[in-house]
């Protein structure tokens, strides 16, 4: 039975091409890709290195300028806004999970968190509410007035993605989020990341990683800077991974991901 209320989409990029010069040289890291990023949904990114999964990353989030194309967000063509218009707009709208985890290595845990929200002009005591909140759901409680380095990568990465979720995004980027993480620490964050999906939060996440992968409910692969492949696997729902591997495997090798 059809639903009566079809996911819809909560961004939209349309002909997206990114184009790097140098000299009388030129890259193209992205070459006319039309995507769709459904609402709700868990997105996985995958290519090899160079392939230009993390440009597209970049581009559909605003933080790189398209040489030609659109990303539509609420109706926004993102591309198009002024560059102040523009970080602001990103600063209440997505949010951003990176592989280097990038928090301020002066700042605590508790000040890194609640950054965002000042920076978005909102009330500071909400704000520092709404952090150490943020902190406790995931483990952190205990560590909010310590500095990144006196905390593990794992628990480094967590604060991280509370500082993403600050302002409520309704879109959450994240690039390679486990990628300097041992084994347990990458596990609890990809945990993290699905029980977040799994309570409404729509996540497009770039990797290389088919375990990472599998977490997906949907999975792009990038070769050459082109879509390649797109499969649907269905949500995550916590069991047995072999099967779901062994799906992500054989399609990410045929379409060009050794």
């Known amino acids: 039975m059809t639903s009566p209320h079809p996911p819809s989409a909560i961004l939209t990029a349309d ?17 006319n890709v039309t995507v769709d990023i459904v609402e709700g949904e868990f997105t996985v990114i995958m290519g090899n290195s160079g392939s230009g999964k993390s440009s597209l990353l970049y581009l559909l989030s605003g933080l790189e300028q398209a040489t030609a194309g ?5 109706g926004k063509d993102i591309h198009a806004l002024p560059q102040k218009e523009l970080a602001k707009f990103r600063a209440k709208e997505m949010g951003y999970i990176y592989q280097s985890i990038n928090l301020i290595p002066d700042l605590t845990l508790l000040e890194n968190v609640s950054l965002p929200g000042y920076v978005a002009g909102r009330p500071k005591a909400e704000v520092k509410r709404e952090a150490a909140a943020l902190l406790e759901q995931m483990g952190l409680a205990s560590e909010s007035g310590r500095l990144p380095m006196q905390t593990s990568g794992g628990q480094q990465q967590r604060g991280a993605i509370a500082r993403a979720l600050i302002n409520k995004p309704p879109l959450l980027f994240a690039d390679e989020p486990t990628g300097s993480l041992n084994y347990d620490q990458g596990v609890s964050v990809l945990n993290l990341l699905t029980k977040l999906n799994h309570g409404g939060q729509s ?29 649907q696997l269905g949500r995550y729902d916590g069991g047995d991974m072999s099967e779901r591997e062994s799906i992500v495997f054989a399609f990410a090798t045929k379409e060009g991901r050794p």
């Open 15 to 31: 002909g997206l091409c990114k184009t790097y010069s140098s000299g009388n040289q030129q890259h193209h890291a992205v070459r």
């Open 70 to 74: 659109h990303v539509l967000f609420k």
């Open 203 to 231: 996540i497009v996440m770039v990797t290389h990683d088919i375990k990472a992968a599998c977490r997906g409910d949907r999975i792009i692969v990038i070769s050459d800077g082109k879509i390649s492949g797109d499969i």
